[in-house]
């Protein structure tokens, strides 16, 4: 595989529109791949993203940066209405824990 793909955030789920299994790729969210058999669309679209860089470095388009590669600070700004800003501090509040912890906590709840 090529250096530049292996490091890319993939993965395959189940389309009940196409009635297969789609390989994804979350720098390259275009591309897609569909099979029966979900190996095969994993492979597949590994090999889809190494053409496409492939490609892209040929015409020197810049490549997207494997998000696995990141450095992330752990700080994220979030905009909201001042009244949901208001219920969640309260909610928290009433938890006994700060606002930053009582957002960790349920966000934590909500991911894979």
């Known amino acids: 595989m090529n250096e530049n793909t292996s490091h890319h955030i993939y993965r395959v789920e189940w389309s009940q529109g196409d009635n297969e299994y789609v390989g994804l790729c979350s720098e390259f969210p275009s591309l897609s791949w569909l099979e029966k058999d979900p190996q095969k669309a994993f492979s597949g679209i590994m090999a889809l993203v190494a053409e496409t860089v492939e490609d892209m470095e040929r015409n020197g388009e810049p490549i997207p940066e494997p998000l696995s590669d990141r450095v992330y600070s752990g700080k994220i ?28 906590s349920h966000l934590t709840s909500v991911l894979p």
């Open 77 to 104: 700004l979030l905009r909201t209405t001042p009244e949901l800003h208001r219920k969640l501090a309260v909610q928290a509040t009433e938890a006994k824990v700060s606002l930053n912890r009582y957002l960790n």
